[in-house]
């Protein structure tokens, strides 16, 4: 339905609500222009360069103490937003490619050659 409709979203949509393994593991990612998600992106890097000394303090001696656990998970749920900035960029991108915004022709040979 996802290919035919041009709504990659449906997938993630599908996953994130409707099946319980995703409901436990996939988090929903919701379509944001392009300035928001890079905007996100940059704001969540950012974050995380200031917090990645701490994060080599805190797993230098692979033992999370009482007194590193909460800027541990401080940390990773910086980390998730991290992630779920990307997720956004690449549902972004397959919006893009079903629309015909983006020649996916030329997106594929790209990729290609990034591969190899």
Same mark, same amino acid.
């Given at each position: 339905m996802a290919e035919k409709y041009k709504k990659p979203d !449906?997938?993630? +949509? +599908?996953?994130?609500? %409707?099946?319980?393994?995703? %409901? /436990? +593991?996939?988090? =929903?990612? *919701?379509?944001?222009? !392009? #300035? @928001?998600?890079?905007? =996100? $992106? !940059?704001? #969540? !890097?950012?974050? $995380?360069?200031?917090?990645?000394?701490?994060l080599i303090e805190i797993t230098a001696d692979g033992k999370i103490s009482d007194d590193e656990l909460e800027d541990f998970l401080y940390i990773q749920e910086e980390l998730e937003r991290i992630s779920i900035?990307? =997720?956004? &960029? @690449? &549902?972004?991108? /397959? *919006? $893009?490619l079903a629309a015909g915004v983006i020649d996916e022709a030329q997106y594929e040979a790209y990729r290609s050659r990034k591969k190899t």
């Open positions: !449906l997938c993630n +949509y +599908y996953c994130a609500n %409707q099946c319980p393994i995703g %409901q /436990e +593991y996939v988090p =929903e990612v *919701k379509i944001k222009d !392009l #300035s @928001q998600i890079v905007l =996100e $992106m !940059l704001a #969540s !890097l950012n974050a $995380m360069n200031k917090r990645k000394d701490r900035t990307v =997720e956004t &960029l @690449q &549902l972004w991108a /397959e *919006k $893009m």
